[in-house]
């Protein structure tokens, strides 16, 4: 159809765009308040660049250079390879943050988007535990500053599953990693009997697959070395969490392990009922940046905005209203008149649009109509401009 969009695009209409805005104003204050700055990294990358993003989930264009470009699949990438460039002989702790379309194909709420805002922190530099309870506690602060006070927030290590993986034979490790992180937990196990894991071994890595609670005791007896130090981690992770303010908030979540590969440690996300699908995932990328030449510790998380808004939405959310429009109907008259008053409603803080307005993406819109540079009729009274300005910013009712 002409003048169609791409499969995958869409036009976000006003309304839906000052709701998307508000919650942008939102979350890159609450980031500012713990001492995140913003980064904007570019669009377009290097195809080689997205190295953690499978292909088939990348979109990819040639230049006229000939060389294979790619829209921004994942920040997280982006962010590291900016730090490994410009920050490399930086020894403090970054905390950097941003608010930026990402272009993957992706399922999502509303069929097949492939284009979405995400938001989110990286805090690079910090291997401590302090700095994983840091973002976990930034991640529920912000999202309850945005009105989404029912959520879980599910914590993981990917530490638990890999202690299983890695006593199985080389050439089953890899399909058997690739299963867990594709959801696939029943296909995980399957693949570790098939290549002979011991009973007692697959009995401990279904119940650390099928648990989510609030308890990780049950889970050490016949685990390996190597889980039992994830579960160690998380142990020591949870008064971290207590002291934070957001200990009653989360559940250990074993079986969870996000989808991208480059995770090393403790993970977490953020899901609300009926969703379907997460609307925050982090944790721990430890060795992200040493591929871009940068070997620094890391951790953050990533927001999938329109899965934030749909929640929020759901849940009887409405984006604040602000401070109102004023419609203004003209003096026929006397135009200089008109574009005088809007003048001075607008020097004195107040939104102002002349004639009638067809879109008002839900903004509380109050009218007035222009008798001279001096008197406008508001709230049918007949009024002094001054007196307009003055009911107006002190935000008094119509």
């Known amino acids: 159809m002409k003048g169609a969009l791409p499969r995958g695009f ?17 979350l890159m204050s609450a980031f500012a308040q713990y001492g995140y700055v913003p980064l904007e990294p570019p669009t377009v990358e290097f195809a080689e660049s997205a190295v953690t993003v499978d292909e088939r989930r990348t979109l990819r264009f040639l230049d006229r250079d000939g060389r294979l470009l790619a829209l921004r699949p994942d920040v997280t990438t982006a962010v590291a390879r900016v730090v490994a460039q410009r920050y490399r002989q930086a020894d403090a ?17 509303r069929g097949s988007e492939r284009e979405y805002d995400q938001a989110g922190v990286e805090l690079i530099g910090d291997p401590t535990l302090r700095a994983d309870a840091e973002v976990i506690a930034l991640l529920a602060d912000a999202l309850a500053r945005c009105g989404l006070l029912a959520a879980d927030i599910d914590i993981g290590h990917v530490g638990f599953v890999d202690g299983f993986i890695a006593e199985l034979p ?29 009973a007692v ?31 160690d981690t998380l142990d020591t992770l949870r008064p971290l969490l207590e002291a934070a303010g957001v200990g009653g908030a989360i559940r250990f979540d074993l079986g969870f392990i996000p989808a991208l590969p480059y995770y090393t440690g403790v993970v977490f996300q953020v899901t609300v009922p009926d969703l379907g699908f997460p609307i925050a995932t982090g944790g721990r990328y430890d060795g992200l940046l040493a591929r871009f030449g940068a070997d620094r510790a890391a951790t953050g998380f990533g927001i999938a905005v329109p899965h934030l808004h749909q929640a929020l939405v759901t849940a009887g959310w409405q984006a604040p209203a602000g401070s109102p429009l004023l419609v203004l109907a003209p003096d026929d008259g006397d135009d200089a008149a008109t574009l005088s008053v809007a003048a001075a409603l607008r020097a004195a803080g107040i939104a102002v649009a002349i004639g009638d307005v067809a879109e008002s993406a839900g903004q509380d819109v109050r009218r007035a109509r222009v ?22 910013t002190a935000g008094e009712p119509r």
């Open 10 to 26: 869409r036009d976000i209409l006003p309304t839906e765009a000052r709701e998307l805005q508000a919650i942008e104003r939102t």
């Open 93 to 109: 702790t970054l905390r950097l943050a941003y608010f930026a379309p990402i272009f993957r194909e992706e399922a999502s709420m």
């Open 170 to 198: 080389a050439d089953a490790r890899d399909a058997a990693g690739a299963a867990a992180r594709s959801g696939d937990l029943v296909g995980t196990v399957s693949l570790a009997r098939a290549a002979g894991m011991r």
């Open 201 to 231: 071994r697959i009995a401990a890595l279904e119940r650390g697959l099928r648990h989510r609670s609030t308890d990780l005791a049950a889970l050490r007896a016949d685990a390996p070395a190597a889980s039992q130090r994830a579960l």
């Open 371 to 392: 008798i001279d540079e001096a008197h406008l009729e508001y709230e049918g009274v007949v009024r002094a401009l001054d007196a307009v300005i003055a009911v107006l």
